[in-house]
């Protein structure tokens, strides 16, 4: 190999790596764009983390002593946040 073909060589090399850069910068912008609502869920969950740690005690303490109605009340309240959902899609 003289020098021009390495210099040819070196100058693909150099632009097949700058265009997996790009390619890269791209993948991680859709995938950011993506992820961005389970990320926004995941924050409002961890924003009430203690709180739903404490309903959470107080459900197995229930459902240790009483399970019939920890079943109902999950199921209340299943119903309850469908509802919620659906009244919000209708509003919009």
Known sequence: ???AERRARKA???HAIEQQRVD???AASRWQSASRSIDRGWHTLMRF???LL???GLLLYRGVRRP???VRL????????LLV???RRLLR
Request: net charge positive; glycine share 18%; proline share 3%.
């Open 85 to 87: 959902k659906k009244a």
């Open 54 to 56: 404490a309903v959470g």
């Open 24 to 26: 890269l910068l791209v």
């Open 68 to 70: 019939g109605g920890v």
């Open 49 to 51: 983390r203690t709180p």
């Open 12 to 14: 693909e090399l150099e």
């Open 1 to 3: 190999m003289n020098r």
């Open 74 to 81: 999950v199921g209340r309240l299943t119903t309850g946040a």
